[in-house]
């Protein structure tokens, strides 16, 4: 198996195809749009779902089968796997003009694959096991949907906010201070509704960060 480096992408008005119209399709350009893609989705015909996101404009639908060119301008590509015949095809014109592309489900013709995500808030947490166990990563996204820690995504836009105010004070409280700040009080504070005064209590303690020790010559 190849070693993937992982990363998250800016696709904000970037041009993005799927080919094909099925669920996988649909729930690919949803994923899309909510990147702020330009989704274009080519398949003769598609879910309901793909018809409701075309009459609303947040997809351009081209009814038609996937033709050699039809990769042109693209940043990435999404294609279904329901016809090897099409998505080899696709995948030769991918990496012929140096497009990101994900087969889905077929590891060998990808140049990225999807992991299992899962969001809260502003935060989302990302989980691959490399394409050898799709199964093993969709279990693991369960137990993370469940777990006490994603209490601490909820929080997210306030750290940013606080960390935004220190900023311009010029304070820059090193990573390990930060840590001993966000105590189970800070977290207590919050999720009872006091968010204003978690968060002056975060920005006092912040304040109050030790200068660093200098070590001697």
Not at 62 to 78: C, H, N, S
Request: glycine share 8%.
């Amino acid at each position: 198996m190849p070693a993937y480096y992982p990363v998250y992408l800016n696709l904000n008005s970037r041009r993005c195809v799927i080919i094909g119209g099925g669920h996988e399709a649909e729930r690919k350009a949803h994923e899309l749009v909510e990147c702020g893609a330009s989704v274009t989705v080519i398949s003769p015909e598609v879910s309901d779902g793909l018809k409701a996101l075309a009459a609303q404009g947040a997809v351009d639908w081209v009814q038609k089968a996937y033709e050699p060119g039809d990769l042109e301008g693209v940043f990435l590509a999404i294609a279904e796997n329901d016809k090897p015949d099409v998505y080899k095809e696709v995948a030769w014109e991918a990496q012929r003009r140096g497009i990101l592309l994900n087969v889905v489900d077929v590891t060998n013709l990808c140049t990225f694959i999807a992991p299992a995500v899962v969001k809260r808030g502003e935060v989302t947490v990302a989980i691959s096991t490399g394409g050898l166990s799709p199964a093993l990563a969709r279990r693991l996204r369960e137990e993370i949907q469940e777990s006490p820690a994603l209490l601490w995504a909820d929080m997210a836009v306030m750290l940013g906010e606080v960390r935004q105010d220190l900023r311009g004070t010029g304070i820059k409280p090193n990573p390990t201070w930060w840590q001993h700040c966000m105590d189970e009080e800070l977290l207590a504070l919050y999720h009872s509704g006091q968010m204003q005064e978690a968060k002056e209590r975060l920005r006092r303690m912040l304040e109050q960060a030790p200068e660093p020790v200098q070590e001697k010559a």
